[in-house]
């Protein structure tokens, strides 16, 4: 390739030229007979690596490639998580134990009070009974601690009557 236009600029191009310069005749080129320009210096693939290793180029560019693009260890480390989303989890967990504790806390006060009721449904004869003694040693003791005497008189009475005859 060099800076000269093969085709003056007058000159439309044609199809064929575009064909003849995309699909070259052999592998060579398009014009394999025309002999390499002297002023052009060969370059030797030897050469340019050693020139490119005695500049260091190679060695940045081997070095640049080895690298990943993303670097080993975070430059700022900062939580994975975010702030609001553990304090969120946090009131959730606590919301969530209170609601249970207060669940489990009435479970125990309806347990107690059947409990109960279970207990004076259960001893209710055995109360009123305790109730009337204790109520009649109540009343029986108005007298101030005092003796009292109670006589009981019996009498039996037997009445005859005789009458007489008629006359």
Do not use: C
Not at 1 to 27: E, F, G, Q
Not at 36 to 51: F, N
Not at 71 to 98: D, E, M
Request: net charge positive; hydrophobic share 50%; aromatic share 2%.
């Amino acid at each position: 390739m060099n800076a000269t236009p093969k085709y003056p600029a007058d000159r439309p191009i044609t199809d064929a030229d575009l064909l003849a310069a995309l699909l070259p005749d052999s592998p060579a080129g398009a014009h394999p007979a025309a002999p390499a320009p002297a002023a052009q210096p060969t370059l030797d693939v030897a050469a340019l690596l050693e020139l490119a290793r005695r500049q260091g180029a190679l060695e940045a560019a081997v070095t640049a490639q080895a690298t990943p693009a993303v670097p080993a260890v975070p430059q700022k480390s900062g939580p994975i998580v975010p702030r609001w989303a553990v304090g969120t989890a946090v009131a959730s967990v606590g919301v969530g134990t209170g609601a249970l504790l207060l669940g489990w806390a009435l479970d125990l006060l309806a347990a107690g009070a059947a409990a109960v009721a279970a207990g004076i449904t259960a001893a209710a004869p055995m109360l009123l009974v305790g109730a009337v003694v204790v109520a009649a040693l109540l009343g029986r003791r108005k007298g101030g601690g005092a003796f009292e005497v109670t006589q009981t008189v019996t009498q039996t009475i037997t009445q005859t009557v005789k009458g007489g005859g008629r006359r």
